[in-house]
């Protein structure tokens, strides 16, 4: 089968399409012939040796796919439309995925919007509801907001009856993350006056924060008493530091987000997840904007796309 391999270290250059040997599952697996692949900021990572899991290469990344079950296993059945979290693999023609990580696919979904989904999807219900303890009609600020966490976080706010405030770029951006439920947009430049002058001056109740950066700071500042900042990551390739006595004069908090080491210690909450979203994937309420749509053998232009940050809306490989 043909797969995007990861040969070096060196960036989405690095990345190749060959000819590797078909999936072995374990007892434990469950094979999936993969039609989209989501890529991920992970994925980014894998092509530099920069995420805390580094495969021996050559390897195939992936997070996520979307796709058909091949045989019955895991309590799937061949034929059966699923969505899947591989963690590496998954930009190939067929992937062997935990079976814990498999989740049915309702048959309105398409498989373009069900890869782009899992990861991003996942981390964002976790970082509202779990970390950030989000009520409805609070107020909440998304960085990276046009890209695939951060529109996910704007549509799940949203539906959760939440005001988003979304940070953007460019006007193109600005368009996408309105399109995923931002009722209001704020360049990077000036944000935190911004906001300000939407909240009346009180603040914003939970920031979603997975790019860090220089923007950390204003960010802190732009919470009203008992807000929240979640840290998802750091795309912005700095890790910023928090002067904490601020946090004690507002009654604010700075909240960590690591869903996958979450899973590792409750691996049935991923599934409990699932569920819950599941229903809104239905109605309609999960839409994920669906940004570059590449073919397996631009496996590295697409993974580029997220490494340049130009990505506006979930970028896909198209495996078959």
């Given at each position: 089968?043909?797969?995007?391999v ?35 900021f ?26 058909v ?50 990861l ?6 976790f ?21 695939g ?23 193109g951006k ?43 700071t ?15 990551g750091f ?12 946090l ?13 080491e979450y ?58």
């Open positions: 089968m043909r797969a995007a990861i040969t070096e270290l060196t960036g989405p250059e690095a990345v190749q399409v060959r000819e590797v040997a078909d999936p072995e599952p374990t007892s434990e697996q469950v094979v999936v012939d993969v039609a989209y692949a989501g890529v991920t992970p994925d980014v990572l894998h092509t530099r040796g920069e995420y805390q899991r580094r495969p021996e290469l050559p390897f195939t990344p992936g997070w996520e796919v979307a796709g079950v091949r045989a019955d296993s895991g309590g799937h059945r061949a034929g059966d439309r699923v969505a899947a979290m591989p963690v590496t693999g998954g930009f190939a023609e067929a992937v062997a995925v935990d079976r814990g990580m498999v989740f049915p696919l309702p048959d309105a979904v398409p498989f373009d919007m069900g890869a782009a989904i899992p991003n999807y996942l981390t964002a219900h970082a509202l509801t779990r970390r950030g303890r989000l009520r409805a009609g609070e107020t909440v600020l998304v960085h990276g907001a046009a890209g966490v951060g529109s996910a976080a704007c549509q799940l706010a949203a539906a959760s009856g939440a005001r988003v405030i979304a940070v953007v770029s460019t006007a600005g368009a996408v993350a309105r399109a995923a439920g931002a009722h209001d947009t704020v360049p990077v430049e000036g944000f935190r006056e911004q906001v300000r002058d939407l909240t009346d001056g009180r603040g914003v109740d939970v920031v979603v924060d997975p790019v860090g950066g220089d923007r950390f204003d960010s802190l500042r732009s919470l009203a008493p008992e807000g929240r900042v979640l840290v998802l795309t912005g390739r700095e890790i910023p530091t928090v002067r904490v006595n601020r004690l004069l507002t009654n604010t908090a700075v909240v960590g987000v690591a869903v996958a899973w590792s210690t409750r691996p049935e909450y991923v599934r409990e997840q699932w569920q819950e979203l599941v229903p809104l994937l239905e109605s309609g309420a999960i839409d994920p904007p669906i940004g570059g749509v590449f073919g397996l053998d631009d496996a590295g232009a697409a993974i580029r796309e997220l490494d340049d940050r130009r990505a506006a809306g979930k970028v896909l490989i198209r495996v078959r």
